[in-house]
């Protein structure tokens, strides 16, 4: 069992930066791949990134390549997502994963949070 919290959200101008954390609790954590997904209003699900348990191998989805970064540090049972050049269009609530996937784990989630990007 992983219980996942996820942090860092808020309001900032396109352009700019922001990271989200997320805290991970469960013994097994370290041997879970994590990611993370968005929803915004009005739309399904998406996935944004995902990292391996060791860091190895990493996924993104096409819209953040090159602008958000995500990694891990297993010590602190944490796993990160930077994101750089915020648009508009990245306005949604964010969430943490876990899960066996590397490509899409998915079966554990955080509580969620916020991030808003003003034009």
């Known amino acids: 069992q992983v219980v996942l919290v996820d942090s860092g959200g808020g309001l900032v101008q396109a352009g700019g930066s922001l990271r989200l954390s997320c805290a991970a609790s469960g013994r097994t954590y370290s041997s879970y791949a994590m990611g993370w997904f968005r929803q915004a209003p009005g739309k399904e699900r998406e996935f944004v990134a995902a990292?391996?348990?060791?860091?190895?191998?990493?996924y993104y989805a096409d819209f953040v390549k090159g602008r958000f970064t995500i990694s891990r540090d297993n010590a602190k049972n944490t796993v990160y997502l930077q994101m750089n050049s915020l648009k508009p269009e990245d306005t949604a609530v964010y969430y943490c994963?876990?899960?066996?996937?590397?490509?899409?784990?998915?079966?554990?989630w955080g509580q969620g949070t916020q991030v808003t990007v003003s034009s």
């Open positions: 990292i391996s348990w060791s860091g190895g191998t990493i």
């Open positions: 994963t876990a899960g066996i996937s590397d490509y899409r784990p998915s079966d554990y």
